[in-house]
Structures are given as C-alpha cells and as structure tokens.
C-alpha cells in the first residue's frame, strides 16, 4: 500500500490593530456608542466558526496595536512591514490576515500593497485586511463573517500571492484603490472608477482580475486603468530611515487663498519639521485657483515638492499640458500622500 502522503499545514499569520472589528460596548445593541480596539486578534479569530476549513491551516497571532485606527502613526506601518518581512521567510505561510479599523483601512493598504510590491520576485504571499461595521460585542456583529472571508481566500491556492487585497461585506477589493465611501452601511467599501476584484458568496470567489506589476525601482499599474509612476524605498531602505518627512495635503475650494499654504511652509513642526511635500487635492481635474497656484509655485521654489491629485471622489486625471505640477493619475489625495512620502524617502528626503 503506497504510504499516504501528509497534507501540507498552511499557516495563517494574524495581526490585531484595533478597530470597531476588536471594538466593545456595553450594550450589544448599540453600534454607536463603544470603543475601537477592545478584544484581542487571537479571541476575535477564536469567535470565527470556519467549518471542515479550520483543519487545512494553523495560525499565529501577533496584537500590533490595539487603537481607533484615526489615531494610526508611521510606527505602526513599520512595524507590520518588518513582521510581514519577518515572516515571509517561512515557507508554511500561505497569508497574513491584518484586522484594522475602516476609518484609515485604505492608507494601510495602499502603503502594503506599494511596499510588497518591490520586493524581490514580489515573494511576500498575499495581505488579507479586514474590518467591520459593528462593534464584537454588537448582536449582529459583521467582522466574523469578514474574517471567514479572509481566511477563505488567503487559504485558497488561487489567492497565492495576490498583492494586497481589502476583504468587507464579501467584496473583495485591491489594496491601491479601495476607498470607505459610506459611514453608516456594512458595505462600506469601493473601488470605483474600478471594479472590485472579486466577490465571495458562499466561500466562492468569483471574477479575479490580473494583479499588478511593479519593477525594481518605480511602480507602474500594467494595466492601463491607472498610470502612475514614483521611487519607493526598499522595506530595509525604509525601515532604516529614521525620520519620515512631513507632506500635508491642501484643498482648493471657492475663495480659497494661498494662506494655508503659507503658513505650512512656515511652520516647523516639533515632530517633523519642515514641510518636505505637498499634495493638492484639486478642484475638478485637479485644478487650483490663481492664487492657490501662485503660493504652491512660490513653496516648490522653496524646495517643497508638490504633487496633484483631485478632490472628486472617483477622479481619474488625464495628462494635460497645463498642469503646473507632477500629475498624480486618480491617486486620491491620502493615497498621493503617502506616495509622495515613500518617494522622498527613496531619495533620501
Ligand atoms: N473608528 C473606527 C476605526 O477606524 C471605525 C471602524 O473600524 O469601523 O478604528
């Protein structure tokens, strides 16, 4: 009789942030009034009922932090870039699964899904994040479910090495262009102008798309839904740099004035310092008034580097021979933020 072989025990690496998805009230019937981060990563998961699934994986819980993810600082990002680095080594690990608040999910996403991108060989396996609506002590608490999801996919060997992808309401969307567009819906989530990568419905995933592709030294979508191209430091490069520089984002709006602007190339932060980046969150196309051009044109004579991105929710910008500044194709203003950061890094900002 020819010996059985063993069946191979992934493994599922959980990192607990915080959030409504960890969040307690004392009423299970009241979903506005509790607080984020109250039970920890491996109770929440413990509270998940996964089925005959629960046999094909073990996990590993790690509690990163445990915060109303508003309140989220860099440190946290280094930190589950140097665990994720960390634990990539192991063979056994087929995905981490990150629970976090839905207020900043999309920042985090969008810094792991750019960072994972330059590894070498793009090696990390996939980053599942995933929240909820409802607190854990609500009745009708929607973050298991969310986890299920989650675990389902990163435990699917059609999901190895799939970038970073944000799982809610079984949605499943692509870390780079998720956006949290309702305050007051379990689906809260989307990836407009894009589609969703795929959706779960009874443990299916149905409609996955091709992933991204970057190179050794810039970021470029392969495909031509976003065009977008910026340095990005390596996780060493990153995680060796001491202090990240300080970018701030400025809206145009009716009657809006350079001040703003003014007074954030004047002011030195106790923290920070100087302002090293700015991002416009523009009107339209990613416009700025006469006067709001003119204080931007006189802060990147100052050295400021100035990227533009677009107030409207779902902008996708076209080149135009007008533009002032570096055009930063349908990057919402957060997200451009965040690119605008990792590129000074890269070079040595
Ligand atoms: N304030 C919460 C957070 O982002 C909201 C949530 O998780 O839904 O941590």
New binding site residues.
Partial sequence: MQPQSAKKIKKVVFFGT????S?LSDDPNDTLNYT??GVGIAELASQVRMGSSANDFVSVFEQIAQ????DLQFPIWTQLIERIKYWAHDPAVCGFLITH?????EETAFFLAVMTAFEKNHDIPTIALT???LPASSTNADGPQNIKDAVGLLIDDAWTKSGVVVVCAGEVHRGEFVQKIYTDRLNAFSSLPYESLATIKDGISLNKKPLLQANSNSFNHVSNELRFDFDCPSIDDLLNHKEWPRVDIIHNYVNSSGDMIHALLNYQSPSSGSLRGLVLAGTGMGTASESVTKALKSAQSAGVLIWQSSRCAFAVLNVRDDLNFYDFHGLTPVKARIALTLHLIANKG
């Fill in positions: 915080g959030g409504t998805i969040g984020a981060g915060i109303d993810s508003k608040g839905t207020d900043t999910i929240c909820a609506m």
